[in-house]
């Protein structure tokens, strides 16, 4: 069963930049979906985009559109999402997630496994 590990999060101003990563603990990650998400305190866990196994086709929530992407390197078991023109509002805890098969879910509770999460907090 694959395990994920993100990284990258932290404090960062309004309008800068982080960049996540997802780390997979088995070479089989191509087998997967991935998918980030985000949570805030008492609120439900949020879409945030998803990338297919091949990475071909990529899917974003409209609050992140044009200012994230998602991408995955298989070779390396890898995913990424790189967030630029960070706002105060995208402050919240991260996860990356993952889907045994070819469907792409936005829908968090589709997901087989899940990472621990990282902390991103975007000051004004």
């Known amino acids: 069963q694959v395990q994920l590990v993100e990284s990258g999060g932290g404090l960062v101003q309004a309008g800068g930049s982080l960049r996540l990563s997802c780390a997979a603990s088995?070479?089989?990650?191509?087998?997967?979906?991935m998918g980030w998400f985000r949570q805030t305190q008492g609120k439900e866990r949020e879409f945030v985009a998803a990338?297919?196994?091949?990475?071909?086709?990529?899917y974003y929530a409209n609050a992140v559109k044009g200012r994230f992407t998602i991408s995955r390197d298989n070779a390396k078991n890898t995913a990424y999402l790189q967030m630029n023109s960070l706002k105060p509002e995208d402050t919240a805890v991260y996860y990356c997630?993952?889907?045994?098969?070819?469907?792409?879910?936005?829908?968090?509770?589709?997901?087989?496994?899940w990472g621990q999460g990282t902390q991103v907090t975007v000051s004004s």
């Open positions: 088995e070479r089989t990650l191509s087998n997967y979906a």
């Open positions: 997630a993952a889907y045994f098969g070819g469907y792409v879910p936005s829908e968090w509770n589709h997901y087989d496994r």
């Open positions: 990338i297919s196994r091949t990475g071909g086709n990529t």
